[in-house]
Each structure stands twice: as C-alpha cells, then as structure tokens.
C-alpha cells in the first residue's frame, strides 16, 4: 500500500460533481488525478520518418521490437498515439486504485477521440470515479463544424454538454478543457477560448488549459481570459512543467489566483523537447512546487501524469498512472512538503476545481 493511502479524506469544500457514472458530492472524490487522458486519439501528431527501417517501427504496433525506438520518437509511433483498448485501460486504471487512487479526470476533447462508452465501462470495472469533459484541442485536432462556429455557439455548447449532456445524450461533462493554445495562439483556438468563459459564466464550471509552448504564454492567456470575464481561480493553467522554469515568473502567475498544474510527471526525458523549455524531472519538479508551497501558494496547485501515449503504460515499461501515489508523494515528504500541503494538492484542490454550484435541476 502507498504511503498517501495516509493522506486524510476530509474535504471542506461542498458541491456537486458530474462524473460518467453520475453525480457525487466532492466528499466523494478521494484522490484526484486532475489531468489526465485514459482513451484518446493523437494520430493528428503523427510525423512519417523517411528512413526505410524507421519507417517499419513507425507503422509496426509498440512492442519490445520497437520501443527503445518509440520512446524517443514518440510522434512517429503510430500506435504509441492511440489508447483505446479499454480492457488493458482497465488494469492500467487498476494500479492507480490499488495505490489509493480515488478519481480520474479525463480531458480528452471530443475532437481527440473522446470515448464516453469506453469511460464508463472503465469507471465500473475500477470502482473509480471518472470525469469527463467538454473542450476544444489544438486548431489542428477541430473539427470543420467547430471552425465555422462562432465562440458563442461553441460556448452554449459545451454549456449544453454540463448542463444536459455530452452530444444530447445521458452524460454530463464535468470540466470545460482541455482546451489547445497553439504558440501563437491561432484565431480558432483563441475562438474556441472565448466559448469556454462563455461555458464557465454560463455554469460556474472550470476550465483546464494547455498553454502553448513559450514562457509568455500562461501570462497572455491570462490576461485574455480575465479581459473576456473569466473567472480565474477555476482556471487551470497545465503543463507548467515544460512551459515556465523560472520561480519568479510561476510566482507571476499564480498570482492572478488560477490553478497552477505540474502535470507531466514520470515524464523525464530531457532528449523530448517541448519549445523552448527543457523538460525538468520529477526532482526539479518538487522542488518548484515546494518553492511555491513556500510562497503560499499550497491551494492552487494541482499535479496529474497527462498519460497520452502508450509508452507511458505501465505494460510498456513507463511510469504508470500510479506513479505519483507510489513514488512521488514520498519523495515529497521525504522533501519536507507538509501532510496538509499534500492533501491539499491531491484532495481539497481539486475537489474545489471540480465542484459545481447546482445539479441544474437533475
Ligand atoms: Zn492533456
């Protein structure tokens, strides 16, 4: 058993959460794991390389053949881009569980394969609560109807998507994300953006961002979303890890009140690059969270795995959906991160981001 099943179940924020499987109280939650992706579709990514044995490992199925290749070259792994086998998402959901895991929350957008059946076969076979949500991914994953719709008609739909259900049916979403900046961010994404503050007035839900890939970016977004009446502090600025290294600037923008998300832990390869910015590892990652802790910045932070590709799978030899329950918490402790700032991190903090004011008459 991991050392966070320690972590107290307490939680002090009151509301309602939409789940795959219905509504629950925040009480409910447990640990949250508040980004991640269980059943997607990222072969928009794909790049094929024009070497003749590489180009065999590209289009062969991730195995022990191909995977010292794939781990390096992640976008040019065809397979490596798809999870949508629900019985081994199952096991893979599993070791999360078994580690304390509570609820997972899955921001794969409709346009990256979002796979609402499959979510609820997962929830009922891990006894997991799993939250889905409604968004619009990066300009090259919309769809030609989300590109001809103005950002208020995108706006009262994923208000439609929390308030009655995913695409008119039984399901409601949860959270309005992941929603795709592109650096620079792109007319449509900038489009599709003004629709998510229009959802989130529409129904106090938040709204979980992937900002582009430069410093500036969290800050422009910033300012773009409170300019359109956002309100920022249920606004998620992700991937913090491979976007801003520099504590002054985190500092920067945690003022603005948002939710500041290390979400891409287990991630350790520096020879991945993502922009500008070198990816940290998980040591240099707790120590920017214990920096900000520090600041006074514990309710806001969230940390999640972002699990996209496969050869982040357990069952590919990566770190797993567990990895944080298992190994990073105590590392954390072992760092001298409080009980409280945990709890904070993996319960309170997300039970707040996840909360709805109303059932909106359900
Ligand atoms: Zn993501």
Not at 65 to 81: A, K, T, Y
Request: glycine share 10%; aromatic share 6%.
């Amino acid at each position: 058993m991991a050392e966070s099943a320690t972590v107290a179940s307490t939680v002090e924020v009151e509301g309602i959460v939409h789940t795959v499987t219905g509504d629950i109280a925040t009480s409910e939650l447990g640990v949250v794991l508040p980004h991640e992706h269980v059943l997607i579709d990222l072969g928009r990514f794909f790049e094929e390389p024009t070497d003749p044995l590489e180009q065999e490992y590209a289009n062969a199925d991730v195995s022990l053949e191909n995977l010292g290749w794939v781990r390096f070259h992640h976008r040019q792994s065809r397979d490596n881009l798809v999870l949508s086998d629900v019985q081994s998402q199952i096991e893979e959901l599993r070791r999360f569980k078994s580690a304390g895991g509570g609820t997972v929350v899955e921001l794969t957008p409709v346009c990256a394969g979002q796979d609402l059946s499959g979510l609820v076969a997962l929830a009922e076979a891990t006894d997991l609560h799993v939250v889905a949500s409604t968004g619009v991914y990066l300009d090259e994953f919309q769809s030609e109807l989300t590109r001809s719709m103005s950002s208020q008609q995108i706006g009262e739909r994923m208000a439609r998507d929390i308030v009655e259900g995913i695409d008119g049916g039984e399901i409601r979403a949860g959270i309005i994300g992941e929603m795709g900046c592109s650096w620079p961010l792109t007319v449509n994404e900038e489009k599709a953006l003004r629709g998510a503050v229009f959802a989130q007035l529409a129904t106090g839900a938040s709204i979980s961002i992937h900002p582009g890939r430069h410093p500036d970016a969290p800050g422009l977004l910033l300012d773009l979303l409170s300019s359109a009446g956002a309100q920022l502090d249920r606004v998620v600025i992700g991937h913090l890890d491979r976007t801003i290294p520099e504590h002054d600037e985190l500092v920067a923008v945690g003022r603005s009140g948002c939710f500041l998300e290390f979400d891409l832990f287990g991630q350790e390869s520096s020879h991945v690059r993502y922009g500008p910015v070198d990816l940290p590892n998980d040591k240099t990652r707790i120590e920017r969270i214990a920096a900000l802790i520090d600041e006074g910045f514990e309710d806001q932070i969230l940390i999640s795995h972002d699990i996209a590709v496969k050869k982040w799978l357990f069952r590919y030899g990566g770190h797993g959906y567990d990895h944080i329950l298992e190994r990073v918490v105590p590392r954390m402790k072992e760092h001298g991160i409080s009980d409280q700032a945990l709890h904070k991190m993996l319960v309170s903090n997300p039970a707040r981001l996840l909360a709805l004011p109303t059932s909106f008459g359900r």
